[in-house]
């Protein structure tokens, strides 16, 4: 949450929070070394005499203040736009929370655990009745989320465009009506994380805010579960009756299901293992190292009898040597002369094939740099994210698991 007189950005409370946090250091330091930089020669302009009057042009000068502008702006972009498509990345998430925007408050619904809908509306707390907490930011009901485990949400609106933002954690999403928009949640730490409606929405546009509640995996589980499980109760859904005849096939189903896909999961996995690491690899070691075979021992037969052939008569050999080199080079010219346009297109061919292998190494560097450049946390922190994510996965889906068995 922002406070009073604060500088720079919040604190990253997620993933993405914390490379944002350090994309804006990153940006401030290159944006205050160039204003320093621009001070310091406007002040020495101003204090100079300007006696310079046969200092015309300089070259360098200018190379040097076209390509370094160039640099600055890719180390400047690069990273940025890195970091706004890994926004958009949102690999298997384990559940998903639904967020509606209304006018004005908030309604967030959890329906992809065991097919019930669980949902409730989320208003702001009035001044009259705030027990502690943040004015105009603490509300009845917080959306509650896991720490450190992947979730969607998926933002849209009842009735006018909202926005769904929580500063400290880089998200902000539109809420449309008759779309849905999504985005990663996965805070690294447990807390309340505060923000507010970023789309001008109507009146009450400033008292419809954003409370995220982020807390383990399993006080998440069990409550979504009871929840879950109290809705279930509500709708006091009869079970259908029970047959012989309907478990037998429900049974036959079953296995030959889970027989087929783990048969044809084998299968495609023993295809692909053989197929890259044996075939792919194989073939091209055989043949290329055939065809290099081939040469090599041709051009050592050809160097060979040539030698024997200058011990036995030398002047012959050097001269056959020469007149051999002639006639390729002369074969050339007439090839030229002969067939302009065969040669025209084999010449082009060439400069083509280095450009591209030009493009494509420069492409291959490109890349590197931009890897390079786009993360802005430790190894160390990457690993502790990536390794609780895991076990929380785990942890999850085991508690779930357990719960409906
Ligand atoms: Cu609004």
């Known amino acids: 949450m922002s406070i009073w007189s604060q500088l720079g950005l919040q604190e990253g409370t997620s993933v993405l929070g914390v490379e944002v946090q350090g994309l804006y250091d990153y940006s401030m330091f290159i944006i205050v070394m160039i204003f320093s930089f621009v001070v310091y020669f406007m002040l020495k302009v101003l204090c100079h005499k300007l006696t310079g009057r046969v200092y015309l042009d300089s070259q360098g000068l200018e190379v040097m203040w076209t390509i370094m502008p160039f640099w600055l702006l890719l180390a400047l972009g690069l990273p940025s736009i890195k970091l706004l498509y890994l926004m958009d990345e949102i690999n298997l998430p384990e559940a998903s929370v639904k967020v509606v925007g209304h006018q004005w408050y908030w309604s967030y619904e959890y329906s992809d655990i065991r097919g019930s809908s669980y949902s409730y509306d989320s208003y702001m707390v009035s001044d009259s009745s705030l027990e502690g907490g943040y004015r105009l930011l603490e509300v009845d009901n917080r959306c509650v989320v896991p720490t450190l485990l992947t979730i969607r949400g998926l933002v849209t609106s009842d009735d006018v465009v909202h926005s769904w933002a929580i500063p400290s954690s880089a998200i902000k999403a539109d809420g449309v009506p008759g779309r849905i928009n999504q985005v990663r949640l996965c805070f690294i730490g447990s807390g309340v994380f505060y923000g507010q409606c970023s789309e001008l929405c109507g009146v ?165 740099v931009l890897n390079s450049l786009t993360s802005f946390t430790s190894d160390g922190f990457q690993d502790f994210v990536v390794q609780n994510v895991s076990r929380n996965t785990k942890k999850f889906l085991w508690i779930l698991s357990n719960r409906y068995k």
């Open 204 to 368: 009450n546009h400033s008292f419809m805010p954003i409370c995220v509640e982020s807390v383990s995996v399993e006080v998440y589980s069990t409550w979504i579960v009871e929840n879950h499980n109290n809705v279930l109760k509500g709708m006091e859904n009869k079970p259908e009756s029970w047959t012989w005849w309907g478990f037998l096939v429900a049974a036959v189903k079953g296995i030959g299901k889970s027989l087929y896909w783990l048969g044809s999961m084998y299968a495609m996995f023993l295809y692909y293992l053989f197929y890259y690491s044996f075939y792919v690899t194989g073939k091209f070691v055989v043949v290329s190292s055939w065809e290099f075979m081939q040469w090599a021992v041709s051009s050592f037969a050809a160097a060979v009898s040539w030698l024997v052939w200058f011990s036995n008569s030398p002047v012959e050999a050097v001269v056959y040597a020469i007149s051999y080199w002639v006639a390729g080079i002369w074969g050339v010219v007439v090839f030229v002369v002969t067939k302009p346009v065969m040669a025209t297109w084999w010449f082009c061919k060439s400069v083509c094939g280095a450009v591209a292998s030009f493009a494509y190494f420069t492409y291959c560097v490109f890349e590197a």
